[in-house]
């Protein structure tokens, strides 16, 4: 984390994925949703909440919530 290139490869790629998945999140009325915090929610928590999320959205749309909720999950 104290290299140079930490924050160029690790952080600011989460950091994207997180703004375009709140950004559909907006564009659905999805609101109060907290992708990082949801990450570190134990799984069938987050499955749980992910599993609404999900309902309300497009097939691509999820995918795309769920990479950046995945991306949060493992780092």
């Known amino acids: 984390q104290s290299h140079p290139d930490y924050k160029r490869q690790f952080v ?3 950091q994207k994925l ?3 998945a ?3 999140l907006a ?3 999805i609101e109060g949703v907290d992708l990082i915090s ?3 929610k134990p799984r ?3 499955l749980k909440a ?3 999320i999900q309902s309300k959205l497009t097939p691509l749309e999820a995918g795309e919530v769920h990479l950046a909720l995945a991306t949060c999950h493992i780092q």
């Open 44 to 46: 069938p928590e987050m």
């Open 18 to 20: 997180v703004a375009q």
């Open 27 to 29: 564009y659905n009325n």
């Open 50 to 52: 992910f599993g609404d």
């Open 22 to 24: 709140n950004e559909i």
């Open 12 to 14: 600011e790629p989460k």
């Open 38 to 40: 949801l990450a570190s």
